[in-house]
């Protein structure tokens, strides 16, 4: 696991409350500002800073 996938993964464990929610939010949850893909998606195609803006946005209070 690199990097930015461990910090996207702590972070939303953080927001989600558990490890478990955390990865099934993480491969499962489609985000609507990206058509409905999963963070997971968006890592593969090497989108890891704009999953870990996004998670920034929601944990201020930002919602897309």
Same mark, same amino acid.
């Given at each position: 696991m690199d990097d930015a996938t461990l910090r996207i993964l702590t972070m939303a464990e953080e927001m989600a409350g558990s490890e478990q929610r955390a990865?099934?939010?993480? #491969?499962?949850?489609?985000i609507p500002a990206w058509g409905g893909k999963t963070a997971s998606d968006l890592?593969? /195609?090497? #989108?890891s800073d704009q999953v870990i803006a996004?998670? /920034?946005a929601v944990r201020s209070g930002v919602y897309t």
């Open positions: 990865a099934i939010w993480f #491969k499962h949850q489609p890592v593969r /195609e090497g #989108k996004y998670l /920034e």
